[in-house]
């Protein structure tokens, strides 16, 4: 509850990155900040050589709404993603630490729901660490997939005219919907261990008023895609080309990782950090709660959920320290 009361929408991560590092600092990890600017960094913290690294985000999305508490649920921004997840890294953490584990650590990101610039920095600066456990709600099954992103932003130019004069001018909006129809046809790429590629047309805008034929129009599209993103980007260009301003934004590869004995498993069709944290070892994902209810106003995480992590989450260093060590 009192990370999910720490504002940290994504850019505003400075406050809670701050109380990260004095509580870690407290249990006698050794902690360091990753500045990303002046207002924002990401929190390292150590035990001895990290082998294996427990690893989730600091952001969210907006709007804020703090924490409340039933005898089921924790409620808030955050408390599902991530927050919840970071609190189990944490407990997680504390007991391994009483335990006498010695040589993990806690990475935690700013950025992840946007650009994923908190980890892209993180993987400037690799610590020599074999597995990192990144955390997402996956309902605390080990997700033996995650989807990748691909989003294009495109822009429709035409000329301003009289609306009762329709021919003196070229309407942006009307080019806009027809590049939109075309990009819808185009078929996507399925795999089978992830699905199917899925497109949302997130956000469209344009023109200045309903008697005025527009100049111009806009709209962001984001594909989760499988496999194939190289092909599928030189389709979108084929249908873009000569007809509009387009820019792709951001590029996520898919990603496969690996089953363990014991453990649940899922495929989920989000995206997280593990893509731009190669440098951290070989990537598992695994928290509580429910993706369902992420990014909603009625989210929230399952105390038992969050108690039953902590375990797993003790459990998964265990395992992967000892397949190192053997």
Known sequence: RALVNIESITGNEKACAAFLRDYLAERNFRVELQPLGPERSNVLAVNGDPEVVLSTHIDTVPPFFPASEDDEYIHGRGSCDAKGILASQIIAAERLLAEGVKNFGLLFLVGEETLSDGARAANLSPRGARYIINGEPTDNKLALGTKGILRVDIRAKGRMAHSAYPHLGESAVEKLLDVLADIRRLPLPEDPVLGPSTLNIGVISGGRAANVIPDLAQAQVLIRTVNGADELRAKIRGVLEGRCEYEFIRYTPALLMEKLDGFETEVVAFTTDLPNLTAWGRPLLLGPGSISVAHTDHE???????????????????????????
């Open 300 to 326: 929230r995480v399952r105390k038992s959920d969050l108690t039953r992590a902590v375990e797993l989450y003790c459990q998964l260093v265990r395992r992967l320290k000892g397949k190192i060590e053997n």
